[in-house]
C-alpha cells in the first residue's frame, strides 16, 4: 500500500499538498469565531451538488419549466427533499455570507495586508446574490415570475443602456423561453464559475496572509488540522441539521402555480431582498434610479474603499459602525416591508388566493396529466379556479354565490339578483317556490321581478305548500308532494352531474318526466318543448331550466326571447357584448353547475 | 503565508495524550465532515435513481386499420402506432409512439409485428424483392413471419409478435407494446 501511495506521491506531490492544506497553524489555537467561511464553502459545495442533480431533472423552457420542477417535487422519489435542501441551503447562505462578512470586519481581517482577500469576497458576495435572483426565477412560478420581472424592469434605470440591457438580461422583449435558458445558464454556469474562480482566489489570498486571529489569544497555538477542522465541520453539521429542518418543515420548497402572465400575483422579492424592494417605496417615480441603482451602487463602492480606511483606528470603527447601520437599517425596512404585508388586507387575500392555486394546479396535474401547452392551461380552463374569480369581476356586483362573491368576500354594491349556489338544482327551485324566499333578495327580492307575476303566483298559490308539516291537512301534503314532483322533474332539465342519481332513480321514464311539467301550472306563463312560439310568453323557456345549453344563452344574452326577452331586468349580454369569451362563459357554466375535476370523483 | 510545521511527533499511551486527542479529533472530523457531505449527494442520487423506480409503460389498445385496408395477398403494411404517451411530466395525447406490420394471413387472421429489431432497436425493412425483414444497422434478417431467416442473423429472438383483435366493423385493434432489445426473451419496457 505504502509503495502504491509513494509512485502517487512521486507523480502528483500529493502529501505535500495536503500537508500545506492542512497543517495551517492558528495562533491562539482553534476557535468558533473562525467557522464562517468554512461553513460558507460548505454550504457553496452543498449547492454545487444538489444543483447538480437538479440539473438532470430540470428543463428550462416556458412550458416545462414549472412542469418539470413539479415533477422534481411531486413525483420524483426524494426529489422534494434535493429540491428543499438547495432552497433552504440558499437561505442559509445569505446568512452565513453576513455573519462571515460581520465577523471579518468586527474582527478587522479586511485591513492591510489582506485588501485582495476582502475584495473577492465582496465580489463574492454579489456572484452569491446574482445566484440568487436567477434562481428565484428558474421554476417559473408566479412567485419567481412576478418578483424577478420587478427586478429586470428596474434594470432599464440604468441610464444609457437600460433598454438595451434589460433586453439582453430577458433575451427579448417579453418573458419567454430565451429568459429561462440566460436565466439558467447563468445560474447553472456562468455563475458558479465565477464563483469557484474567486473562491480560489479568496482561499489563496487568506493562506498568503494566514488567518487574521483576533487578541487576546487564549489557548496556546493549534493547526487548522485537526483543531479547527473538527469545529468547522460540526459548524456544518449545525447548518445543515438547520436546513434540513426547513425541509421537513416546509416538505421541500414551496412551488406557487405555473407564470401567468394575465393572472396577477403580489410581486415580492425573496426576504433577503425585501428591504430593497421597501427602500424603493420611499422614492416617487422618476427618481427610483436613486434607490434601485445609485444608492445601493454607492454602499457597494465604499464597502471596496473600507480597507483603505481601516489602516486608521477611527475608521476602522467607523467602517464597523457603517456596517451595523446599514445591517440594522436593512432589518428595519425588512421588518416594515413584512408589517406592512401583514396589515394589508389585499395582500393576504391574494396569498390565499395563490396558496389555493397552488393546490389546486397539482390536484389538475396528477389527475388530468399536463398537456403539451403547459400546466398553466391546467388553471387557465379549470372552473373551480376560474369560476369564482370570473363571478367575482362580472356577477358579484349584483348577484351573490352563498353570499358571498365567489370568492368569500363581499362584494361593495349591495345584492340586487338571485344567489345562484347550486342554481337549477332541487334545492335551489324549492327555495324558489317558497313564499318565504322569493321575495328576498337571495332571489327577485331586490329585481324587477319583486312585484311580477311570478312572485305573485307564488305567494297566492303556493303559500300552504311551505307550511310546517305537522300543521298540512291531508290534500295539502299530497298538494306539496305533486309540487315536489314538478320541482324535481324541472330540476331534472339541468341534467346536474351531482343529482345525476336521484334524477335516474326518480324518473326513469323521460316522458313521463315531461308530462309532469306540461301538466303543471307552469306552462300557463313559460315555454316547454316548444308548446308556444318563441316571444310568446313571459317567463323563461323551461326546456333544458338550468342547463348547461340554457345557461351559456341566459348569459349571453339574457334579453333573447328564449329567456327574459322584453323583461330582462339589467343583465348584460355578456356573450353578444363581448364583455365574456365563449371559453370564459363556458367556465363560468361549468362552475355554476359544479362540473370541475375533483380528486375521486 | 506564515511558516507552516507538521504536528510534532509525540508518542505515549496516556488517555491526555496529545496524539490519542488529535486522533480522535481526527476521526470525529472525518466522520462529521463525510456525514455533512453525504446527506446531499445521497439526495441527489436517490433522485437520480428515480426512473428505476417508474413502472414499465405497459401496452395500449390502439385501432390502427381496418381489414379492408390490407392487401390481400399477405404482402406486410407498415402502420404507425398513435397512441396517449406520459413522457416524465407531459401528457401528449394520440402521439407517434411506435410503428408495426400487419399482414393478413387467411381471411380474418392476421400478423402483427413491432418493426423494432430486437436486436439493437432500429426499425427493420420489409424487402418485397427478397419477401423478408432486413434491419440496416447489423443486417438482422427476418422471415416474412418473423422468424429469424439467417443463422448469421445477430437477433437473439425473432420480431416481437403483437396481440390484435378484429371487431364487428372490421376495425384491427392492437395490444401495442415494445420489449427490451437484446434479451432472448420478450420483456416488455
Known sequence: MKKLFDWLDDRTGYRKITKEALYEPIPGGARWRYIWGSTLTFAIAVQFITGMFLWMAYSPSAQTAWESVYYIQHEMKGGWILRGIHHWTAQAMTILLVLHLMQVLIDGAYKAPRELNFWTGLILLQLVLGLSLTGYLLPWDQKGYWATKVATNLMGLVPWVGDDLQRLVVGGSDYGHHTLTRFFALHAGVLPMGIIALIGAHIYFFRKQGIHTKKPHKKKDGMFWPDQVLMDAVACLAVLITVLVFVRMFHGAHLSAPANPAESFPARPDWYFLFLFQFLKYFEGGREILGAIIIPGAVMTFMFVMPFLGGWKLGHRFNVFFIVVLLVGAGYLTWEAMDADKRNPEYQAALVQSDKDSHRVVELARGLGIPPEGAVTLLVNDPKTQGPKLFAQNCASCHRYDGHDGLGNEPADPQSAPDLLGVGSREWLTRFLNPEHIGTTNFFGNTAFKNGQMVKWVNRKLKNHFKNESEMTDDELDDREELNQVIFAISAEAQLHYQAEVDAADFPDADDRKDLIFDSACIDCHNYEDEYEPGETDGPDLTGYGSRQWLTELISNPANPKHYGENNDRMPAFGEKQMLTEPQIGVLVSWLRQEWYEPGR | ?189
Open chain 2, 1 to 189: 503565508m506564515t511558516e507552516k510545521e507538521p504536528p510534532e511527533p509525540t508518542s505515549g499511551e496516556s488517555p491526555d495524550d496529545p496524539q490519542r486527542r488529535d486522533f480522535i479529533k481526527q476521526a470525529a472530523s472525518v466522520c462529521v465532515g463525510g456525514a455533512v457531505g453525504a446527506v446531499p449527494i445521497a439526495a441527489g442520487v436517490a433522485v437520480y435513481l428515480d426512473p428505476l423506480d417508474k413502472e414499465a409503460t405497459g401496452s395500449q389498445r390502439v385501432k390502427v386499420t381496418s381489414l379492408d385496408g390490407l392487401p390481400d395477398d399477405g404482402r406486410p403494411r407498415k402502420f404507425s402506432i398513435y397512441a396517449d404517451k406520459k413522457d416524465a411530466w407531459t401528457t401528449f395525447p394520440k402521439s407517434p409512439v411506435g410503428a408495426v406490420y400487419i399482414m393478413r394471413t387467411g381471411e380474418k387472421a392476421l400478423k402483427v409485428l413491432n418493426v423494432v429489431c430486437p436486436h439493437a432497436g432500429c426499425f427493420v425493412d420489409y424487402i418485397a424483392r427478397d419477401d423478408e425483414f432486413f434491419c440496416p444497422c447489423h443486417d438482422s434478417s427476418f422471415k416474412k413471419d418473423g422468424n429469424i431467416k439467417s443463422a448469421h442473423s445477430p437477433s437473439p429472438r425473432p420480431l416481437d409478435e403483437l396481440k390484435y383483435e378484429i371487431d364487428e366493423s372490421g376495425a384491427v385493434w392492437v395490444e401495442f407494446m415494445n420489449f427490451l432489445a437484446g434479451q432472448k426473451e420478450k420483456v416488455p419496457v
